[in-house]
């Protein structure tokens, strides 16, 4: 079981490196009580706002990895979220790959996040032809600012904390 005691650091750094940091304002999640929520270092500019919570199994081993990261856009900025989600999908599989892992990731599709028009993608990452995490990326945009959600968890832990990671999604109001 070494793997499963590497798991939360190893999917929190993929989480980390998958999610785009700039200036932000005004983020705030309510997670479930079941869920611990982990501070998340500022950027070097200090002015990103993002938020992660990971819910842990009755061993304390994690089962799912959810963060959400809000940025500001500049004026007129206009964002080609394929092209996003994209270059996030692309950055994901390159860190899993030097890890040694492999990565299929489905086609790009309409989805919603927090009542916006977004784009999704889910990746299923193996090792050996062993299936050992699902992690999804989303991106949206509304005004002058962007968001981007991920969240990860070993097979089973994503399969049996998808509903309530929905819920999370359903319940956000981003950009009003």
Same mark, same amino acid.
């Given at each position: 079981?070494?793997?499963? &005691?590497?798991?939360?650091?190893?999917?929190?750094?993929? /989480?980390?490196?998958?999610?785009?940091?700039?200036?932000?304002?005004? /983020?705030?999640?309510?997670?479930?009580?079941?869920?611990?929520?982990?501070?998340?270092?500022?950027?070097? @500019?200090?002015?990103?706002?993002?938020?992660?919570?990971?819910?842990?199994?009755?061993?304390? @081993?994690?089962?799912?990895v959810m963060e959400l990261t809000q940025s500001t856009?500049?004026?007129?900025?206009?964002?080609?979220?394929?092209?996003? /989600?994209?270059?996030?999908?692309?950055?994901?599989?390159?860190?899993?790959?030097?890890?040694?892992?492999?990565?299929?990731?489905?086609?790009? &599709?309409?989805?919603?996040?927090?009542?916006? @028009?977004?784009?999704?993608?889910?990746?299923?990452?193996?090792?050996?032809?062993?299936?050992?995490?699902?992690? =999804? /990326?989303?991106?949206? =945009?509304?005004?002058?600012?962007?968001?981007?959600?991920?969240?990860?968890?070993?097979?089973?832990?994503?399969?049996?904390?998808?509903?309530?990671?929905?819920?999370?999604?359903?319940?956000?109001?981003?950009?009003?």
């Open positions: 079981m070494h793997f499963a &005691r590497r798991l939360p650091v190893f999917i929190g750094l993929c /989480l980390l490196a998958a999610l785009p940091v700039a200036n932000a304002e005004g /983020l705030m999640i309510t997670w479930p009580a079941d869920w611990e929520v982990q501070a998340v270092p500022p950027a070097t @500019d200090d002015t990103s706002v993002r938020q992660r919570a990971v819910k842990n199994d009755a061993n304390g @081993d994690p089962q799912m856009l500049a004026p007129e900025h206009k964002v080609n979220m394929e092209a996003v /989600l994209l270059q996030m999908r692309k950055t994901l599989q390159q860190n899993f790959a030097k890890g040694g892992y492999q990565s299929a990731c489905s086609k790009i &599709r309409s989805s919603t996040l927090g009542g916006l @028009d977004a784009l999704e993608t889910t990746c299923k990452i193996t090792q050996n032809g062993n299936h050992v995490i699902t992690q =999804t /990326l989303v991106a949206a =945009t509304q005004g002058n600012s962007a968001y981007a959600l991920s969240y990860a968890g070993p097979a089973d832990g994503y399969k049996a904390n998808e509903p309530e990671v929905k819920g999370i999604r359903a319940s956000l109001r981003l950009g009003q």
